[in-house]
């Protein structure tokens, strides 16, 4: 039996889970632990705080802790993060670990690992499709910012994931209104351009229905109000699947495109809806193309830390399952 500890950081909440390793190969999760980001003031103290809840097991206990955080990693080791307040930087961690091996990756390459692994978690179909199975995988997925990752199989062989930082690119607006809505979130913000982080997000959907009916409200003050008809659905829907396809299009995910992140798991409807499906497929040159891309919403909670877990799992050689 071998253990490994998966951590998922996110801008609001962190989550923490002990999955075990049997002797056939097969990956189980035991236990789990949620807590505030904010409520630490740096990695260690975030650890230690999970530690001292109960169901995580020490470090002399597992062979692998795989860290999995909201930003770009450089070295495996190091990592600056959106939408949290503190960087992260596990070498220290390292050499207090002893025989556990120390894992830092993006948190959407954790969302990415998942996606193998989708008999274990909860999905709902947002587009039926035909995939094409030696080709790429797509992640994305809005929450407190919008994560990407793209995974591939070269020749047949392992998982590689392909990391993005592309909800820090230029956001696509085009037509009167949307133009409008660019000005006013350049404003709001104080963003020198606008970028998928602040559109399709959650403080995203804050934005959006701000424009459009000049009332504050918390994202989850706006999802309890509006229908599935209401402009702020509508414009969300269509500006979600642009992001979905633009990254389709980017890295040919032609296997399957699956969207994560609190803001559609929570309320689907935001993306299971004819609008979406509309703006995902409107392409003059691959339209058809796009028609045939399997499109799943990920409806599990923890699929981060399921992801991060088989991650783990492949690096120490345990197997691929």
């Known amino acids: 039996m071998k253990n490994i500890v998966a951590v998922d950081i996110g801008g609001t909440n962190s989550r923490f889970a002990h999955f075990t390793i049997d002797d056939q190969g097969v ?39 795989v860290l999995a955080v909201p930003g770009a990693v450089k070295e495996n080791t190091y990592a600056s993060l959106a939408n949290v307040a503190w960087k992260v930087d596990v070498s220290g961690l390292r050499a207090r670990a002893g025989g556990t091996r ?23 179909t947002v587009q039926a499709g035909a995939p094409e199975e030696r080709a790429a995988i797509a992640v994305i997925g809005a929450g407190t910012g919008l994560g990407h990752c793209a995974l591939v199989t ?13 909800g820090h690119a ?18 709001r913000t104080g963003a020198e351009y606008p970028y998928g982080d602040i559109v399709v997000s959650g ?62 798991m929570k309320n689907p ?31 599990s909670e923890d699929s981060g830390l399921w992801g991060a877990a088989h991650y783990g799992m492949i690096k120490i050689g345990a197997g691929n399952r």
Do not use: W
Request: aromatic share 10%; glycine share 8%.
């Open 203 to 264: 403080p995203g959907l804050t934005h959006l229905h701000a424009f459009l009916t000049g009332r504050e409200l918390s994202p989850k003050d706006i999802v309890a109000e509006i229908t599935p008809e209401s402009e702020t659905t509508i414009l969300f829907a269509r500006f979600y699947a642009r992001a979905c396809r633009n990254y389709v299009l980017t890295v040919l995910a032609l296997k399957g495109l699956f969207i994560a992140g609190g803001v559609a």
């Open 170 to 187: 230029t956001f696509p607006f085009y037509g009167k209104t949307e133009t409008a809505y660019g000005d006013f979130l350049m404003e």
């Open 154 to 166: 070269p020749d047949g062989g392992d998982f590689l994931p392909l990391p993005s930082e592309a």
């Open 27 to 65: 990956l189980s999760c035991v236990g789990r632990v949620k807590l505030k980001t904010a409520s630490a003031s740096s990695l260690d103290d975030l650890i230690d705080k999970a530690l001292g809840l109960g169901p995580i097991p020490a470090a002399a206990h597992r062979e692998a802790l």
């Open 102 to 124: 120390i894992f830092l990756i993006n948190d959407f390459v954790a969302q990415a690992f998942a996606c193998p692994l989708a008999k274990r978690l909860e999905m709902e």
């Open 269 to 299: 409807f935001l993306v299971v809806n004819d609008h979406f499906r509309r703006e995902f497929t409107e392409s003059g040159h691959y339209g058809a193309m796009l028609q045939k891309i399997p499109v799943s919403l990920i409806v």
